[in-house]
């Protein structure tokens, strides 16, 4: 692929409604936190010495690795020093994935948090690889050029490269990447039931006693895996699914308190913090 270099942004939003596409080399000093999306990413890695913790599961990266992430998961990279770090990232909005599904074929099912033994992680093979090398090829050269009938091209080879990654995720390659995938089982489950659970009252008590950890031990392994305490972990998951909610068009306080939170100010005032803005106005401005 010929080299194309873009600037690293640190911006985590969109500013474009359907997609938008980034191409980085830099300096591995570059650091981000844990962060999510109201979007979907695709991140595909070419080199560097790179770790990737999505969710508490820790992905120890190959060239040619692809990452899907899910817009409600929180995720950030572990960068060490030594190589050049560079990578091509998607983010794909799912509003215009659905647009563009037909019956049978549900184009973000790949990014889908509930399919059976799912993995954010693809490392395709050879054959599947060429594919969307392929289609990435064409596509950068689309978005890096004002040809005529280029939007129409990028459009196309979007589409076609997550029909790609829909067949990878079907095609089973996790016998060739458990090897570079770290977690804890028993913290997994955990964070599965936080995440099924964010309207019941998440105490830690009822959690460690649910799965028969002490508070302590509790505590030190879910920070030590997902870099969150649980109380914060629970804010920010429930945060996250709140502001969901009002782009979806509940009210404030709907979404107050299907999400878990039994104070309303204490909402209001978390949100702001978060996003910089109060719920309300994300309401308002979301539905413009």
Known sequence: MQLFKQAFTTRQH????????????????????????????????????????IEGTSYRLKPGDILLV????????????????????????????????????????CFEMDLPKRHNLLRPGSEMS????????????????????????????????IIYLNRAVLETYEDDITIDI????????????????????????????????????LLREFKKHTGFTIHRY??????????SMLKDGFSVTEACSKCGFNDYSNFIRSFKNNYGIPPRKYMIGSHR
């Open 130 to 161: 060429a594919n969307i090398k392929s289609i990435l090829n064409r596509f950068e050269r689309a978005c890096t050029n004002s040809a005529f009938g280029n939007p129409l091209l990028r459009n196309t080879y979007l589409l076609e490269l």
């Open 70 to 109: 899910h817009s409600r998961e929180l995720h950030k990279p572990v960068i060490e020093p030594g190589e050049s770090y560079q990578r091509i990232v998607l983010w794909v909005n799912p509003d215009f994935l659905h647009s563009q599904s037909i019956e049978g074929t549900n184009l973000s099912m």
């Open 234 to 243: 629970i804010c920010q998951k429930r945060l996250i699914a709140a502001k």
């Open 14 to 53: 969109m500013v474009t409604p359907d997609f938008e596409y980034f191409h980085y080399v830099d300096d591995p000093t570059v650091e981000v936190e844990y962060h999510n999306h109201d979007f979907y990413e695709i991140y595909i890695y070419i080199s560097g010495r790179v770790s990737y913790i």
């Open 182 to 217: 770290e977690f804890n089982e028993k913290i997994n489950t955990v964070i599965r039931y936080i995440n099924d659970n964010l309207c019941e009252n998440l105490l830690l008590d009822n959690i460690s006693s649910k799965f028969f950890m002490s508070k302590y031990h």
